[in-house]
């Protein structure tokens, strides 16, 4: 770890020690009827919103800070393949995970529930949850870790603590299986997400469009994504992410040509 790269870390290990408050009103005074269930906790996703304004306030002063705002919706930067991969990638992942459960008797429900009529809503709305996130985990985070130890390495350092980050709020309503499947899940996601921003034209708008799938498909599996195999989930996953590794590849010798 260089000099430079200690307040990438710091920010990571903020991010987690400034959360615990967030759990603790999670797990000591739940929130019932909030939007698709989600947990009264799901407001520790301002803790890298904020962090990652003062990050671009100290490099930048305003104009840094105005420029996250900014590139929320730069879809212009980014490349054809990129905004098409974002935004059926975990689609894909859903309904491959779907029949493969189904065709090898995996627990399904007998009927199913699909909340159409609720998926506008939750685009909006998962859209939305996205940038905050997004800020920190793609917009500051990103493009000096991938720099410094290659986009698989970097995505590993922020899969993993963007799992972590949710291990908490996960274990009140999934077993131990579940968790550890959904923690691989993030970091291969974590990676596809870093390999598409890094290569795909630097645009936050792709990374905000794949965060809001990942919510979106795994809130309409059936049922409301009550019978999610993550290990499932994580196998079409990988199969994706070695999909895009290899059109990158194969797309840089074609331009190196």
Do not use: Q
């Not at 919510?215 to 409301?224: D, R």
Request: aromatic letters at 18%; proline letters at 5%.
């Amino acid at each position: 770890m260089t000099k430079s790269n200690v307040k990438y870390f710091l920010f990571l290990l903020l991010t987690l020690i400034l959360s615990i408050p967030f759990y603790i009103l999670g797990a000591f005074f739940p929130v019932e009827g909030l939007p698709f269930g989600l947990p009264i906790s799901f407001l520790m996703i301002f803790i890298p919103f904020f962090l990652s304004l003062i990050y671009a306030w100290k490099e930048n002063g305003t104009k840094g800070a105005a420029f996250l705002f900014k590139s929320i919706f730069d879809a212009g930067r980014a490349n054809r393949w990129s905004i098409i991969f974002c935004l059926v990638c975990m689609p894909l992942v859903a309904a491959l995970s779907y029949f493969t459960m189904s065709f090898f008797h995996f627990s399904l429900p007998t009927e199913i529930a699909i909340p159409y009529k609720e998926t506008l809503l939750m685009l909006v709305l998962y859209f939305l949850g996205a940038i905050p996130e997004e800020f920190g985990w793609t917009s500051t985070l990103t493009e000096p870790l991938t720099r410094a130890y290659g986009p698989i390495k970097s995505g590993i350092i922020i899969g993993a603590v963007w799992a972590v980050w949710h291990i908490i709020p996960w274990s009140w309503a999934h077993p131990i299986g579940w968790i550890a499947g959904m923690c691989l899940l993030n970091v291969l996601m974590r990676i596809a997400m870093i390999y598409s921003y890094m290569y795909g034209g630097k645009s936050l708008f792709t990374a905000l469009v794949f965060h809001t799938m990942i919510n979106v498909t795994t809130g309409i599996f059936p049922n409301y994504g009550s019978h999610i195999s993550t290990w499932v989930f994580s196998a079409w996953m990988a199969v994706m992410l070695l999909l895009v590794i290899y059109f990158i590849r194969k797309k840089s010798e074609t331009c190196g040509r």
